[in-house]
């Protein structure tokens, strides 16, 4: 303070505000806000190898929304679709929009695999060649007098013995109705006719969010006013939704602490300048903050923005204690009030920036960005007040004594005197409260709760999973080996594992790449098991010259399976032809190592298939269950983390204040820590990671508001003022989180508002007898 010059720390404040204004200006052109849930979820700390296959698992789901047009008739339903169809293709969000399912596509890939006929056997035929090829001719014949028989017919002068029809068809075992090239699915008195989108970018922009959100009621109701029914479903249409509720979230906490504030202030103050005063320690923090996130992260999400619309309360908390100050005594000015806050001030900066580091060690993007977000907004504020108040300030006094300084008054006169004679009673029913809430304290780490859906997008969902089994669960299952056949040895084990339990039910579908690919070695045993089986003992023969082929007709047949022999399909060669949701279960190899995904369907028994982890090379990912035993263990780190946060702030008060008196300050924040959580146990409240990271909050805060009190001296009156208002800005900010429809985002905000009330009735507490420092 001996050096402090108002005139050049605000020219200070003043270039810094312009570096960020600056730096804003180009960052914020970009495409700099995230909306998709899976960047909350921190890197996965898995294998590489495992971390890839979840990527990948996830990149086409992420992408896909699926439309059904339903109508009491399929004629109606496939109207309603086209009709949807054009209406998808105008909205330009898609960079695929199906209807009508080209034979082309199937023409190619039956072209490109024919010659291998002889290598490719589907499971079923293999089993009837090696045990009984009678039942081969008798299927034939069986299919051939069938009425689908003109249809095969027209394959038996190039594939007499039905064997490539056989494979091509296992490559699609879900068997869907097409009506005029369009899939129809019939639903008790209803029809549905399908349609598949591809979105253009599956990170989609807020704006595009909203336009998808926009498509899909314009939509209904268009398909609802002719006559109609659509269900809409995909992972974006829940994307979309999380970022309207943040939205809405940002514009109520935001709104509502900005007018609480501004009603708070005008009936303290009665003026305009510190209104304006405060708005600009407001605005600069939440600019700075946004602009340093942005730089640092390259992308925030928008859950931060609804954090940090509730910092509003808190950035606030420092221009109040300077304003409040003023009313300490008769002959205050700007550079008197600093000195004596300043002290009070710069502890308070330094333990809540310790508590927002703490969450900046969590392993989560979403936390990473909150606590840089907080810190950045508070330091800028602090030096709004500490680097340019004392100027704008300079010459006004305020000519009233406000209304709420005579209750905040009362209270910290009469408060503690009640509870000081009531310490008994209080502190038997304090020591039953905080007990009984502990113990019905229960943990959950479900990572599930990030998002809060409605129930209507789930129940839609459920409807067209239903519909549509096609779509695969989150749960998969990642195959390796040494080289290509030792992972197709390892993959046809799993397979064979996964036959027995769909057979029990516990799945109602699986894919694999060796479910339809057969590797070089099993290629030539499908080879030999037809050549000894089928051709050699002249069962071919036979065959077709009971079907009325001629001589030459068999001998060309024979002649072109001996030239065959040496044929082999690589896999990348099979992959070409592939649709591309098998494309996408194959990883590569890399390093010595083959690697595949085997997608599930219809999950029934999650515990039978997770089991099946033992066979060599397979390992069992579960996304859901592997984030959430993520977040079970960093919650137990981050209880670490708080107790280290505790010692460290107890550390620095008793080399500051002496252990009792650092004791005493820190009295504060562990009740409103035992309150906090007792609350939490008392109204079955969400109790996760989250939480503890609101705790490290109520530790600064606690620390804040017991360092006041304890510096206060003489002061206690305009001290207290200042401590009220901060609370009642910040409840309002984090009281408005509490009633958000996100339960970690309600759990986070309860926690921090049960602190802070708890906070305010036990700082004043503090200090009574006045403290020499």
């Not at 005139?7 to 730096?23: P, Q």
């Not at 030459?552 to 044929?567: C, M, R, Y």
Request: some cysteine; proline content about 3%; charged content about 15%.
């Amino acid at each position: 303070m001996n050096v402090y010059h108002p005139k050049l720390t605000a020219a200070l404040w003043l270039a810094g505000m312009l570096v960020i204004c600056i730096l804003g200006a180009q960052a914020l052109t970009k495409d700099w806000l995230e909306t998709g849930f899976l960047a909350l979820l921190p890197a996965n700390e898995q294998q590489p190898e495992i971390a890839k296959a979840t990527r990948q698992h996830n990149e086409l789901s992420n992408r896909k929304v699926i439309w059904l047009a339903g109508a009491t008739t399929s004629e109606e339903a496939i109207g309603h679709a086209q009709k949807l169809k054009r209406q998808l293709e105008q909205s330009r969000l898609f960079s695929k929009v199906v209807l009508e399912f080209s034979p082309q596509q199937y023409i190619r890939q039956y072209q490109r695999l024919f010659s291998y006929r002889y290598q490719l056997l589907d499971t079923q035929t293999q089993a009837m060649l090696a045990n009984n090829p009678d039942r081969l001719i008798k299927q034939n014949l069986e299919i051939l007098n069938s009425p689908i028989g003109q249809m095969q017919a027209a394959d038996l002068e190039r594939d007499s013995a039905l064997l490539f029809s056989r494979y091509f068809n296992s490559q699609n075992p879900v068997k869907l109705n097409l009506e005029q090239g369009i899939v129809v699915l019939p639903d008790k008195n209803k029809f549905w006719a399908l349609v598949l989108t591809d979105l253009q970018d599956e990170r989609l922009q807020l704006d595009k969010l909203e336009t998808l959100s926009a498509l899909v009621d314009s939509a209904t109701e268009q398909v609802k006013a002719a006559g109609g029914e659509l269900l809409v479903s995909g992972m974006a249409l829940f994307t979309a939704h999380g970022a309207e509720s943040a939205k809405q979230e940002i514009s109520t906490v935001g709104i509502g602490s900005s007018l609480g504030i501004i009603v708070l202030l005008w009936a303290t103050f009665r003026s305009v300048r510190p209104l304006l005063l405060s708005s600009l320690a407001i605005g600069s923090g939440l600019l700075a903050a946004l602009v340093v996130c942005v730089l640092f992260f390259g992308k925030i999400h928008i859950l931060t923005l609804v954090f940090g619309a509730s910092l509003i309360g808190v950035a606030d908390d420092y221009a109040q204690h300077f304003l409040c100050d003023s009313f300490g005594e008769t002959d205050w000015s700007p550079r008197k009030g600093l000195r004596f806050i300043l002290p009070g001030l710069s502890l308070g900066l330094i333990s809540n920036l310790l508590s927002y580091a703490g969450l900046g060690f969590s392993p989560f993007p979403g936390l990473q960005e909150v606590a840089l977000f907080s810190a950045a907004g508070l330091l800028f504020a602090w030096l709004t007040v500490v680097l340019l108040f004392p100027l704008l300030l300079s010459g006004f006094t305020f000519n009233h004594r406000p209304g709420i300084l005579k209750l905040t008054t009362y209270w910290e006169q009469h408060w503690p005197l009640w509870v000081s004679k009531n310490r008994r009673c209080l502190g038997l029913l304090l020591i039953v409260f905080t007990s009984g809430g502990l113990w019905l304290l229960t943990p959950q780490d479900d990572v599930r709760l990030l998002q809060s859906p409605p129930a209507g997008l789930l129940r839609t969902a459920d409807k067209i999973r239903q519909l549509f089994p096609m779509s695969p669960d989150s749960q998969f299952f990642l195959v390796s080996g040494k080289d290509q056949a030792d992972w197709h040895r390892n993959e046809q084990r799993l397979l064979e594992r996964l036959d027995a339990l769909k057979s029990q039910k516990a799945l109602a579908a699986y894919e694999g790449l060796s479910r339809y690919w057969p590797d070089a070695n099993q290629q030539q045993q499908n080879y030999q098991l037809l050549k000894h089986s089928w051709y050699d003992s002249g069962l071919l023969e036979r065959y077709m010259t009971d079907l009325g082929f001629d001589r030459a007709a068999v001998q060309s047949e024979l002649k072109q399976f001996a030239a065959a022999e040496g044929n082999t399909l690589a896999l990348p060669e099979w992959l070409a032809a592939a649709d591309q949701n098998k494309q996408q279960l194959w990883l590569g190899c890399d390093a010595g190592r083959c690697q595949s995904t085997v997608t599930l369907t219809g999950i029934n028994d999650i515990n039978a298939l997770a089991a099946v982890h033992d066979l060599p090379g397979v390992a069992w990912v579960d996304q859901v269950e592997s984030v959430s035993s993520l977040f079970a263990r960093y919650r137990i780190r981050a209880s670490g983390l708080l107790a280290i946060a505790f010692c460290l702030a107890s550390l620095g008060l008793a080399y500051k204040f002496g252990w009792r008196n650092g004791a005493t300050i820190m009295s504060v924040p562990v009740l409103a820590l035992a309150v906090s959580l007792a609350m939490l146990g008392w109204f079955n409240q969400l109790f996760s990671l989250f939480n503890l990271f609101a705790l490290l909050l109520v530790l600064g805060i606690g620390v804040d508001y017991g360092l006041f009190f304890f510096m206060a001296g003489d002061r206690r009156a305009s001290t207290s003022l200042g401590v009220t208002l901060s609370a009642l800005t910040t409840l309002l900010a984090f009281g408005l989180l509490a009633v958000s429809s996100t339960e970690i985002v309600h759990a986070f905000g309860f926690t921090v508002t049960c602190g802070i009330v708890t906070a305010l009735l036990s700082a004043p507490l503090i200090g009574l007898k006045g403290q020499k420092l």
